[in-house]
C-alpha cells in the first residue's frame, strides 16, 4: 500500500474551477496507477477517473467527460484532478486512490490504497 494525501477541495460557485491534488511520497509512485473516486452525501461512492502507469493513458465516467481532466507528475509523485465547469452535483468528498500494476479501470475494489478524502462543495 502507498500512503496518499489529497488537497484542494473547497467551496465554490457553480461554474467555477478546483484542482485536486493527491500526494503520494515515496520512489515507487511510478509503479501504481492512480485513480479518483467521489462520494456524496447519502450515495455510493463512485468511479470518476484514473490514469495509467505512465500517464499516457486516462479513463472517465461518462458524466464527467470534457469537464474533468486527470493527470500526474511522477517526478514529484503527484496526481492531480482538475474539475471545471462545476456543478452543484459534483458536490462530494473526492477520494485519491492507487493500485499497484497497470489496471486503472472503475472497480473500485481493486485499489488497495486510499487518501483520507478533501470536501468538495459547490453553490448554486
Known amino acids: 500500500q502507498v500512503q496518499l494525501v489529497e488537497s484542494g477541495g473547497g467551496l465554490v460557485q457553480a461554474g467555477g474551477s478546483l484542482r485536486l491534488s493527491c500526494a503520494a511520497p515515496g520512489r515507487i509512485f511510478g509503479t501504481y496507477a492512480m485513480a479518483w473516486f467521489r462520494q456524496a452525501p447519502g450515495k455510493e461512492r463512485e468511479f470518476v477517473a484514473a490514469i495509467s502507469l505512465s500517464g499516457g493513458g486516462t479513463f472517465y465516467e461518462d458524466s464527467v467527460k470534457g469537464r474533468f481532466t486527470i493527470s500526474r507528475d511522477n517526478a514529484k509523485n503527484m496526481v492531480y484532478l482538475q474539475i471545471d465547469s462545476l456543478k452543484p452535483e459534483d458536490t462530494a468528498v473526492y477520494y485519491c486512490?492507487?493500485?499497484?500494476?497497470?489496471?486503472?479501470?472503475?472497480?473500485?475494489?481493486?485499489?488497495?490504497?486510499w487518501g483520507q478524502g478533501t470536501q468538495v462543495t459547490v453553490s448554486s
Open positions: 486512490a492507487a493500485r499497484k500494476g497497470t489496471y486503472y479501470g472503475a472497480s473500485g475494489p481493486l485499489y488497495d490504497s
